[in-house]
């Protein structure tokens, strides 16, 4: 029996899976997020050392007739750092043919199962990625927090604090926006605009702790709050029409309603956002509920166990 072994290692959680020839998972492992940009270049390696050890240690127990190790290929899809991730997978031994690509790829399986389409996702970071007609593959957006994720989750806890610290100030009318953010930073009723100002400024993980407003401005978006759900949209928006422009350059001769689109992140697949999308573009947006590491499986599953 020979397996393969598939990794989504995203900036907020990696998840590993053994299957075999079948596709059938045969065992699974969790882990913290290991974005280099976010842990720093050696954590993310130990964190996915500590998974591919967990999954390997499934195998110990079996007996085998091989001479080699039963794994004949790892396929990582990671976040942050293409180059490093290369290096990481040139550097494994006794996994097989190890590859490394952007953790991307299997969203787009999700959406579009090998044909030319694209997907929008939006969870602590954002991207457009899309397969042109001539199985080329594209990407738009994904540059990080510092560049410009629209639609993630950390801009929208941006957009959130800035509207809030606005209000706070007296300068725009009083929202429940005020109040959430206030008690996310834990400062206290008597807390002010310079107050919590200092507060995101000085914190040592600014992206973290921003993006981790987000469910809250969801929460009270679903709520019926008008000022959480506007400042939802202008973020999701600004996404969406990034998307369009890569729809309208890859697919020029093609009606953009004929377009496979997968919406993929809680923002993006929350009720009131995809409702509130739909209208402002002809693209056929689908919500995809399936966990990225179902779209891993299914690469895994596409691609050759030979060895």
């Known amino acids: 029996m020979t397996y393969k072994i598939g990794v989504d290692g995203g900036g907020t959680k990696t998840e590993g899976i053994l299957v075999d020839a079948a596709g059938v998972i045969v065992a699974r492992h969790l882990a913290p997020g290991c974005n280099p940009n976010i842990v720093g270049p050696e954590q993310a390696r130990l964190i996915l ?32 750092l293409p180059g490093f991730w290369l290096e990481v997978a040139a550097s494994l031994k006794d996994f097989g043919h190890v590859t490394a690509a952007l953790d991307s790829l299997p969203i787009l399986e999700l959406a579009t199962h090998g044909a030319p389409g694209l997907v929008i996702h939006a969870g602590t970071g954002s991207f457009v990625a899309a397969r042109a007609p001539d199985s080329s593959i594209h990407y738009a957006g994904g540059t990080g927090w510092r560049f410009g994720d629209p639609g993630s989750g950390y801009e929208l806890g941006r957009r959130a604090i800035s509207r809030a610290l606005l209000e706070l100030q007296g300068w725009l009318p009083a929202s429940r926006l005020g109040p959430t953010v206030r008690d996310h930073t834990q ?21 973290r702790i921003i993006a981790a407003l987000a469910p809250a401005v969801l929460r009270l978006a679903a709520e019926g709050d008008h000022t959480a759900h506007q400042v939802l ?57 399936a966990s990225p590491i179902e779209g891993v499986r299914q690469l895994l599953l596409r691609s050759s166990f030979s060895r």
């Open 49 to 80: 050392t500590d998974v591919l050890g967990a999954l390997t240690s499934t195998l110990s127990a079996q007996p085998s007739t091989l001479s080699s190790s039963p794994i004949v290929a790892t396929q990582l899809f990671m976040s942050g």
């Open 187 to 207: 400062l206290g009723d008597a807390a002010d605009a310079r107050a919590i100002t200092r507060f995101y400024y000085s914190h040592a993980e600014p992206n």
């Open 233 to 289: 949209i202008e973020s999701a928006g600004e996404l969406l029409d990034l998307a369009t422009r890569v729809a309208t350059k890859l697919f020029p001769d093609t009606p953009l309603h004929t377009i496979p689109t997968g919406l993929s992140g809680a923002l993006l697949i929350h009720s009131a956002v995809a409702a509130a999308l739909a209208p402002r573009t002809r693209l056929p947006l689908t919500p995809i509920t």
